[in-house]
């Protein structure tokens, strides 16, 4: 079973910028398309970012230009550049293989201040 483990939140004020951190155990991570998931506090957790094993990539309209997917294949890596962050992308971000996940990690919280 792969295990997920997310990091590179924190605070910070609203139009600053984050990079998120997902390292994946497991050999076969090159070969799945991974997502980063959000969820807020009393909402349902929401697909914000999404690369393929091939490197496309797709984006939830709310993020769109704002967020960057990559991936690093050598590394069992996935980043999320986070730029110009608003107070509404608070909430807990988290990675995971699309469209069947895996065991979920503990996620990483972002709050962004107004």
């Known amino acids: 079973q792969v295990q997920l483990v997310e990091s590179g939140g924190g605070l910070v004020q609203a139009g600053g910028s984050l990079r998120l951190s997902c390292a994946a155990s497991?050999?076969?991570?090159?070969?799945?398309?991974i997502a980063w998931y959000r969820q807020a506090p009393g909402k349902q957790r929401e697909r914000v970012a999404l690369?393929?094993?091939?490197?496309?990539?797709n984006y939830a309209d709310s993020v769109k230009g704002r967020f960057t997917i990559s991936r690093d294949n050598a590394k069992n890596t996935v980043y999320l550049q986070m730029n110009s962050l608003k107070p509404e992308d608070t909430a807990v971000y988290y990675c995971?293989?699309?469209?069947?996940?895996?065991?979920w990690g503990q996620g990483t919280q972002v709050t962004v201040s107004s």
């Open positions: 995971n293989r699309f469209p069947t996940v895996w065991s």
């Open positions: 497991g050999s076969t991570f090159s070969v799945h398309a």
């Open positions: 690369i393929s094993s091939g490197g496309s990539t």
